[in-house]
């Protein structure tokens, strides 16, 4: 069974430039985190999909982030325009259900100059 | 809101000894759930233990086990017999038992990276 697939490992763009990151979860899981840990911080939760549907988008930063997850399969994490501080690296995880174990993406790692 | 403190940035280990990794959490809820998830390099994060709240017993895996001190919210990770592949960063978390649809994500500390001796 194919794990949590996340792509591109890595990403370097220019500042105000747009990059769309995606995640391929695990086949039959639900749900889906977006998290990000910025260098030297804590892993920060960003937003959680119940299939398609955005259960809880509480750690959103702000509205340069996009993440839309059709038919409930990929999902996909957009930031247009982007800014320095967005760099750090993207974790995605997925989950049959909420009270199930988590599994993690190898994490994108986004470096904005 | 909760909060998971790992204060060490980096520790080592000689290979076949004993290393105990410090968590610190903060909450006010009573049932919830503490994680050990561990990060190699370049590598996917992996689910290392599990510890649920409202059972005394302290989680143990194969070389890894808690100690879980609910009273003092701490949860340390003790690493026996270490081996070079325990070389990683290990990051502690913590997730709400409650409402489980609104309330599965998981909140982590900064992480510690271990390093391991040959």
Known sequence: EAGVTQFPSHSVIEKGQTVTLRCDPISGHDNLYWYRRVMGKEIKFLLHFVKESKQDESGMPNNRFLAERTGGTYSTLKVQPAELEDSGVYFCASSRTENTEAFFGQGTRLTVV | ?118
């Open chain 2, 1 to 118: 809101a909760q909060t998971v403190t790992q204060s060490q940035p980096e520790m080592s280990v000689q290979e076949a000894e004993t290393v105990t990794l410090s968590c610190t959490y903060d909450t006010s809820e009573s049932d919830y759930y503490l994680f050990w998830y561990k990060q190699p390099p370049s590598r996917q994060m992996i689910l290392v233990i599990r510890q649920e709240a409202y059972k005394q017993q302290n989680a143990t895996e194969n070389r890894f086990s808690v100690n879980f001190q609910k009273a003092a919210k701490s949860f340390s990770l003790k690493i026996s017999d270490s081996q070079l592949g325990d070389a990683a960063m290990y990051f502690c978390a913590y997730r709400s038992a409650w409402d489980a649809g609104a309330n599965s994500k998981l909140t982590f500390g900064k992480g510690i990276t271990l390093s391991v001796r040959p």
